[in-house]
């Protein structure tokens, strides 16, 4: 099970930081992503790190503003998220599975809001 958390109300070029804790077995040659999906928009890949090996992804749309992290103790994934605009304002899930996109496991989602 997945369980995202840390969403909020934020303004414009305010930061924001997700946490994804994870319970059961987790392959370390698993991929966990973060999705988002805004309003009357389809799902978007924001980043997405890979377990073991701790490479990372991320769409121009982010990058150089988002940043994946994971602590593999807590069994945990973070978004960093900095800059933020109004276009980031969306419902963000983390996500897991045997590859990036193919995510098997969601969590529940966490709602951003960011303001102009």
């Known amino acids: 099970q997945l369980q995202a958390y840390g969403g909020g109300l934020v303004q414009t070029g305010d930061s924001l930081r997700l946490s994804c804790a994870a319970s059961g077995p987790f392959l370390s040659s698993w991929s966990v992503g973060w999705v988002r999906q805004g309003p009357g928009t389809g799902r978007e890949l924001v980043a997405n790190i890979r377990w073991g090996a701790g490479t990372t992804y991320y769409p121009d749309s982010v990058k150089g503003r988002f940043t994946i992290s994971r602590d593999k103790g807590k069994k945990s994934v973070f978004l960093q998220m900095d800059s933020l605009k109004p276009e980031d304002s969306a419902v963000y899930y983390c996500?897991?599975?045997?590859?990036?996109?193919?995510?098997?496991?969601w969590g529940q989602g966490t709602l951003v809001t960011v303001s102009s």
């Open positions: 996500a897991a599975g045997t590859s990036i996109g193919e995510y098997r496991l």
